[in-house]
């Protein structure tokens, strides 16, 4: 890529993992000129559930850099070194890394890094014809050639909810710190962030009277994991997966949900072992479990609410609750900020951003003028996207894209994996017709 010394060639909106990662693998690259903006002050990742003992649902190798570039600084492993921590960490023998730590290692990669800059909300997004300029609170912060967006997905509330202090989505749960001490509080969503608020609601001193836990799913589902499974987290299936029909595409997805969105045994084991421990060895009850219940309603009711729910048997069912935490999950929407290019973009059925090759959004613009979509690929590039496991790997498809030029060498090769999926054969062909 031409060098022009006045405009950036990428900016980064959002310093989440996604971009992070990107920030890291280009921080080694020469010639390239790019800086991120995160509008919050310092690095955090979902401090409003940060749980002190939650822990990564992906190895720590599966950080920033390693998968593509394992000898980058930006390492984990160089993090615990960097730290004189790595003996005492191989030491504790942990299955799985926490939250808290793994954190910790991405807020030190992100403030270490020079193109990493805080306390910068981009308000708007536009192209002038030559460059993306992006405006701050305070006027334009920069103009760049390129842009990735890594804003991130939003919690998602459904419509109508009387939100306010005591009914609210989970993602502020620590934040808040709802008063919850002899009230009704309902926990709805059956996913990893329903099971530990509730984890959280059951180990309180001065825990709610009562508990539901509520949840569209026919049981209380764990996460499928394995080796076997774990193979459509790899490079070699990103391919795969792109090539199929879109209705295949759909079904597919449909049918690997429970292998990002179930919950961990650990956490599931613990929440049945305290309320086996209530119930039975304290006679304190008040814990109900509603699985196979969609939520179709939630008022006000005096200082309370009443949820409505219809259970698998197509039964309504009314629940009264002081508190109302939604654990309802999140979606991605194309950011604010971008509101300027919204009728040039192409969108996916949710309003994502429509990804073509190397993660480039398709929008009207010029050919050398790429938006790169992250976070914005589950649907079009596979049940990976939005988690860690292919990160690195599409950080550095970006990178090349933008550099113009091969950069790791490690993306010479796609790893074929162990497992021949379908469709994997056609896989040198498509690259030829490319
Ligand atoms: C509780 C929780 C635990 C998870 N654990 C795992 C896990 O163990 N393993 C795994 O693989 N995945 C996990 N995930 C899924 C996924 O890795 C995370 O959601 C990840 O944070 C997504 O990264 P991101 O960069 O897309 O977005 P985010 O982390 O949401 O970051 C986006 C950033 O953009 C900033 N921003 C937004 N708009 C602007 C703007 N206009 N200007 C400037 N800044 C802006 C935001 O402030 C934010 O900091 C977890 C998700 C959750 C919710």
């Not at 023998?93 to 800059?117: I, K, N």
């Not at 919950?263 to 304290?282: G, K, N, S």
Request: proline content about 6%; some cysteine.
């Amino acid at each position: 890529m031409a060098h022009d010394t006045n405009i950036t060639d990428l900016a980064g909106i959002g310093i989440g993992p996604f971009n992070l990662s990107l920030a890291a693998l280009a921080d080694g690259v020469s010639g390239l000129c790019c800086a991120f903006f995160e509008r919050k002050p310092a690095f955090s990742w979902h401090p409003g559930l940060a749980f002190a003992d939650s822990t990564m649902q992906t190895s720590y190798l599966k950080d920033m850099v390693t998968p593509v570039q394992p000898t980058n600084e930006w390492s984990f492993l160089n993090f615990l070194v960097s730290h004189q921590r790595f003996y005492d960490f191989m030491a504790a023998r942990f299955d799985t890394v926490s939250r808290q730590e793994f954190t910790q290692y991405m807020a030190w990669v992100a403030h270490g890094l020079p193109a990493c800059q805080f306390d910068a909300n981009i308000r708007e997004v536009d192209h002038d014809g030559q460059s993306f300029r992006l405006w701050g609170d305070n006027g334009e912060i920069t103009s760049a050639r390129a842009i990735s967006v890594g804003t991130g997905p939003v919690p998602y509330v459904p419509e109508g909810t009387p939100v306010g202090p005591d009914c609210f989505h989970g993602i502020s749960y620590l934040n808040r710190a709802p008063a919850v001490a002899g009230r009704r509080v309902a926990v709805i969503g059956g996913g990893q962030t329903g099971a530990e608020i509730v984890l959280d609601l059951l180990g309180k001193r001065d825990g709610p009277a009562e508990l539901t836990w509520l949840s569209r799913r026919s049981a209380f589902w764990h996460l499928q994991e394995g080796g076997l499974i774990d193979q459509i987290y790899t490079p070699g299936y990103g391919e795969t997966y792109r090539a199929l029909p879109l209705d295949v595409q759909t079904q597919i997805l449909a049918d690997q949900k429970l292998s990002s969105d179930g919950l961990t045994p650990e956490t599931a084991d613990a929440v049945y072992q305290m309320i086996y421990r209530r119930q039975h060895l304290e006679g304190r009850g008040g814990v109900t479990l509603r699985p196979g219940r969609t939520m179709t309603g939630l008022r006000k009711n005096g200082p309370a609410f009443a949820l409505t729910a219809r259970s698998a048997a197509d039964e309504m069912e009314v629940i009264h609750a002081d508190v109302v935490i939604l654990a309802t999950g999140f979606r991605t929407v194309l950011p604010e900020c971008l509101a300027p290019l919204a009728p040039r973009l192409e969108r996916g059925p949710a309003g994502e951003l429509k990804l073509a090759h190397a993660y480039r959004a398709v929008w009207d613009g010029p050919q050398d003028a790429p938006i790169y979509g992250l976070n914005h690929g589950r649907r079009s590039h596979g049940i990976g996207d939005p988690q860690l496991s292919l990160t690195a790997w599409r950080s550095a498809m970006i990178l090349e894209d933008l550099a113009g030029r091969p950069l790791f060498s490690a993306l010479r090769e796609v790893p074929a994996g162990l497992v021949d999926w379908a469709g994997a054969a056609t896989r040198d062909e498509m690259r030829i017709s490319a």
